[in-house]
């Protein structure tokens, strides 16, 4: 691991549980090239040691968990995710299409938006600061939630609300998560790192291969990948590319950019 993937996401063991922290806080840890290597890597290697029975993810800082793809790097045409096909098989932020057996908890620190919240749909135990807010406001600026979000959700939710949600682009707080059900814990942020470590540390107590199972079975793991969501991600895949294809695509992000509303052409 390079110096500047080392700096983007940092690693720390505690007993069993490896604690994975995204460290770009001045640029609200958004994700970039080094996030994906590193975030994916880190849950790699996770997966691989058999002395890791849990792992956290969670953002430097207290204002943001993950601000999304950063959008300033993009602009400046540089890739957010690296040029090989195995690493960037992994998905948004080396995470969105990575699943592991050792189970992953969410400590969402701040706002989870856009693919910031995938991440979070991707994790599979969620705890949350009080101020914490998550959304998928893609549809705003000529998009949609690529990166697993736009069926994850539907899952996740209540389907109706998480339509709402989807469809409208509005965010919703760690009050309204918790009543849904998609957040384990809500708790101040100076107990959040303490909340998800003992949640962990439960996990750890388990026979670890038993943990392990169950996660497999009860997600459909086999070989690297979720089955049932194979054919999510075919359509996916397909939708994406015709999108980007459309000059709505192209007009969102520009006026977001130029901080107007946007002209919406439907070509």
């Known amino acids: 691991m390079d110096a500047e993937t080392a700096a983007a996401v940092l690693t720390e063991r505690r007993g069993h549980i490896l604690i994975v922290t995204i460290n770009r806080a001045d640029a609200r ?30 953002g430097a800082g207290d204002r943001s968990f993950c601000a999304g793809a950063d959008l300033v790097a993009i602009s400046r045409g540089e890739p957010i995710e690296p040029g090989d096909d195995e690493r960037r098989a992994w998905g948004f932020g080396g995470m969105a299409s990575h699943p592991i057996s050792k189970p992953n908890i969410a400590a969402v620190n701040g706002y989870a938006f856009g693919g910031g919240f995938e991440l979070v749909l991707a994790s599979d135990l969620v705890v949350a600061a009080e101020h ?24 996740q939710l209540p389907r109706k609300i ?37 949640l962990a540390e439960r996990i750890c107590r388990n026979a670890p291969l038993s943990v392990q199972v169950s996660k497999r079975v009860a997600y459909g793991i086999f070989a690297g990948s979720i089955a049932g969501e194979e054919p ?30 946007p002209i919406w052409r439907c070509l």
């Open 132 to 155: 914490a807010k998550f959304g998928l406001p893609e549809v705003k600026v000529g998009l949609f939630a690529a990166a697993g979000g736009a069926f994850r959700i539907i899952e």
């Open 29 to 58: 840890n958004a994700v970039n090239a080094a996030i994906h290597v590193g975030l994916g890597t880190a849950l790699k290697e996770a997966d691989e040691d058999p002395e890791i029975r849990a792992v956290i993810l969670t």
């Open 232 to 261: 999510k991600w075919s359509v996916n895949s397909a939708e994406l590319g015709l999108l980007l294809q459309s000059e709505d695509a192209h007009e969102g992000p520009r006026a977001f950019a130029e901080k107007r509303d």
């Open 162 to 198: 998480a339509l709402e949600l989807l469809l409208t682009g509005e965010p919703f707080d760690a009050e309204t998560a918790q009543r849904f059900g998609f957040a384990n814990a809500v708790v101040p942020s100076t107990k959040l790192l303490a909340t998800a470590i003992d």
